[in-house]
């Protein structure tokens, strides 16, 4: 059995890995703790697990049949997260059009069997880990940054790091 941890996210293209890093990277400076590569930068929607490649086809045509309101996403801040030892950038609210991609994501989970998270979706891009306790700190300027697709992700850890991949997709 082949079997790949997959999620859905936003996954930002060249131009906004630029914009935030330019944005993120002097805050993200004075955080102790191991840098994410930016290249792995993006927003978690809806974590499915550990699936049998065999049944991702279907939840990407299930995923296709979703049809998304682009929104914009607003970080203002970089925050320490205690139990999963990150510094994370996050927005100061859920954009109403994101908590409905959510929801919907978490629907097409249950219609193939896997249970959602039962915590508060809470968006964020993790960019340090095992980072040590900060008072959170404001960005000199906000990041924001509009959507209008999502993407299935593969998290791939590989010689104790972890790389994230877009698995082919036309969302």
Do not use: C
Request: no cysteine; net charge neutral.
């Amino acid at each position: 059995m082949n079997i790949k941890r997959i999620f859905f996210g936003l996954w930002p293209d060249h131009r906004q890995r630029e914009r935030l890093r330019d944005i993120i990277s002097p805050v993200a400076k004075e955080v102790e703790g191991r840098a994410v590569d930016r290249r792995n930068w993006h927003v978690t929607l809806a974590f499915v697990g550990d699936l049998d490649v065999r049944f991702i086809p279907g939840l990407m045509d299930a995923a296709r049949e979703i049809e998304m309101t682009p929104f914009r996403l607003r970080l203002d801040r970089l925050e320490f997260w205690p139990r999963p030892k990150i510094a994370a950038v996050v927005p100061p609210r859920v954009p109403p059009d994101m908590e409905t991609l959510v929801n919907q994501l978490h629907g097409l989970m249950q219609d193939v069997g896997v249970d959602p998270p039962e915590r508060v979706y809470r968006p964020h891009i993790t960019v340090a880990r095992n980072a040590r306790h900060f008072e959170p700190l404001r960005l000199p300027q906000s990041a924001e940054i509009e959507w209008s697709q999502f993407e299935l992700l593969e998290s791939v850890s590989e010689h104790g790091r972890t790389t994230y991949r877009p698995l082919l997709n036309d969302f």
